[in-house]
């Protein structure tokens, strides 16, 4: 696939999108990535996905130092262009804590004064 193909995209900034990860077989929210032209279109042509780390400036396949990858089954662009949804097969936990999500941690909700 080549992205002159996709929509016109808009990134923030630093070039990025938010790519919300999800399980295509729980359809559990997994974790949050960053992604900009080339970590795409490596995502839609290698069979893996691809983030682009903030911390380290370079960029990473889920699962090359742990194992625990994530094939992906689609990537849909949201209505303003300027935020991802890769659903994808993962194997192995998806937080580097070893927890199946990274949203793990509930804050609770204030009744509202009104």
Not at 55 to 71: A, F, P
Not at 93 to 113: I, K, N, R
């Amino acid at each position: 696939m080549n992205l002159q193909s996709i929509p016109e995209l808009k990134p923030g900034r630093d070039g990025l999108l938010p790519a919300i990860v999800q399980s295509a077989d729980t359809d559990e929210v997994l974790m949050l990535g960053y992604m900009d032209r080339e970590a795409l279109r490596r995502t839609l042509t290698e069979g893996r996905v691809t983030y682009w780390s903030r911390s380290r400036n370079e960029y990473w396949r889920k699962g090359d130092t742990s194992g625990n990858i994530q094939v992906p089954v689609s990537v849909t662009l949201d209505c303003d262009a300027d935020t991802l949804l890769v659903r994808v097969h993962q194997r192995g936990p998806a937080c580097h804590t070893g927890s199946e999500t990274c949203f793990f941690t509930p804050l609770s909700l204030q009744e509202s004064a009104t």
